[in-house]
């Protein structure tokens, strides 16, 4: 407990007062020292360069983008492998009294004599052993559906690639709006400090007041009250600080807090044009003109299938009737093939007008996203302009806030004005300092989006 002169003397007569809430404010203080002290010895700080080089480097989803990416680029080898030779090395083991079989067989082991024509040999022979060792071959020279298969791999590797290089600038937008949260956290965590200043200062003005006749005790109790309300609103900014650093750090691939270095990068607005101009040629449409023109590719893949397809082999083989690899007897093929399918049920025709339907779609789609694109752009753009204005009001504001809050004070130090006066200008001098934060924040977030709608984040920042 703590004492308080009665008022209107000066006699040693006192009145009590709760400790409570001065002993919580001095605990609070306690814990944020501790908790302050452990956060950073385990955070990093980077600059905004610095935590965009290293999210695009370290981020697991750019790292899961980019195994994708390398994953389907070895469908552009597969699709490539049916042009290539193929090489088949067989060695195969057999017994049998077959009369075909073994008539066949000992004719390749070289083995074949007068005795194997009489009947007996020929209707019921012996059982005979053979070891076939092979190495054969096979070459196509015309394959239509292969070639077209390769240049879809390629395509779509290539459109994967432009998907790929929008997720980088997808994940260093968020980066960007991770690492303004951090700044504004910190921010909002030094008013919550300065809220609570205030509000002790105003607290001692009331002790003062009370101590000299001049005040009444509620106020001394309902500034205390507005002390505690300004400790629990820093409390609560620490804790949002420390969400905003370890989110940062989870999006830079780090278990650590990141915070934010002294250093600031403003990201230039320039005219509009420059912004449409640019976002025609933005990742993920250029990715839909890819994935558009392998739908026509895939008419076209449809459409091969009417033609031939025609190819050489051959092959090499060693045929042993008493140990594999071995070679009583040798032989070897070359030839050429065309295989052609006349009839397959109408099922090229059905296919051929799937893949056409396939163009309109993509077609379609691709129209519809440069529309959305343009809109984002325009959307953004004119979101520039509104955060720009509503920063400079809320510095406006902030100023009246300022000068209000002193007189009021003053006044109130002076008995021209109940403490209620100066707790409500209290509480819209922190409203304004949130309020400009939160506009700085915004603006600098508007800018930072409307680069990413147009595809020319990572180009503005330098980062390319």
């Not at 394959?143 to 395509?155: D, V």
């Not at 200043?197 to 007041?209: F, G, V």
């Not at 780090?254 to 600031?264: I, K, L």
Request: net charge neutral; no cysteine.
């Amino acid at each position: 407990m703590f004492s308080l002169p009665r008022k209107g003397t000066h006699k040693a007569e006192y009145r009590t007062l709760p400790l409570f809430p001065l002993l919580f404010i001095a605990l609070l203080g306690t814990v944020l020292s501790a908790d302050a002290g452990v956060s950073r010895a385990a955070e990093v700080r980077m600059s905004l360069e610095e935590a965009l080089h290293r999210a695009l480097e370290e981020n697991h989803e750019l790292r899961a983008a980019w195994s994708s990416l390398s994953a389907q680029g070895e469908e552009i080898g597969i699709a490539r492998s049916v042009l290539l030779p193929r090489l088949t090395f067989e060695e195969r083991f057999t017994r049998t009294n077959n009369p075909p079989l073994v008539f066949s067989t000992k004719l390749n082991q070289e083995r074949f004599s007068q005795d194997d024509f009489s009947l007996t040999s020929l209707n019921a022979p012996k059982a005979v052993t053979d070891f076939q060792t092979s190495l054969s071959f096979e070459q196509l020279l015309f394959a239509q559906t292969a070639r077209i298969g390769l240049a879809m791999a390629k395509g779509e590797h290539s459109a994967e690639s432009e998907d790929f290089l929008r997720k980088k600038e997808e994940v260093a937008f968020k980066v960007i709006q991770a690492y303004l949260m951090v700044h504004t956290a910190r921010e909002y965590a030094q008013i919550a400090e300065k809220a609570v200043e205030d509000a002790r200062e105003h607290l001692r003005i009331a002790e003062l007041r009370y101590n000299a006749g001049l005040g009444l005790y509620s106020d001394t109790l309902r500034a205390a009250t507005a002390v505690t309300d300004a400790e629990q609103r820093k409390v609560s900014a620490h804790k949002n600080l420390a969400v905003a650093k370890r989110t940062l750090g989870l999006l830079l691939g780090m278990p650590e807090e990141v915070d934010t270095s002294d250093e600031d990068r403003e990201i230039p607005v320039r005219d509009l044009s420059y912004y449409t101009g640019a976002s025609l040629s933005r990742k993920d449409i250029v990715s839909m003109q890819r994935r558009h023109e392998k739908a026509q590719l895939r008419v076209k893949l449809a459409g091969s299938a009417y033609l031939p397809t025609i190819g050489i082999g051959g092959g090499y083989q060693l045929n042993d009737h008493r140990k594999p690899f071995g070679a009583e007897g040798d032989s070897w093929h070359v030839g050429a093939f065309l295989r052609w399918d006349l009839f397959d049920g109408r099922k090229r025709e059905h296919e051929r007008a799937k893949a056409q339907f396939g163009v309109q779609e993509s077609e379609e789609h691709m129209k519809a996203l440069k529309n959305a694109v343009s809109l984002h752009v325009f959307t953004a753009y004119l979101g520039v302009k509104e955060a720009r204005k509503n920063a400079e009001l809320a510095r406006d504001a902030l100023k009246t806030a300022e000068e209000g809050t002193r007189l009021v004070r003053i006044r109130y130090e002076n008995s021209l004005s109940p403490l209620v006066d100066l707790l409500d200008a209290q509480v819209s001098l922190d409203h304004a300092r949130a309020s400009l934060v939160a506009r700085d924040n915004e603006y600098r977030t508007a800018a930072a989006r409307l680069s990413y709608e147009s595809g020319t984040l990572l180009k503005d920042l330098k980062i390319e």
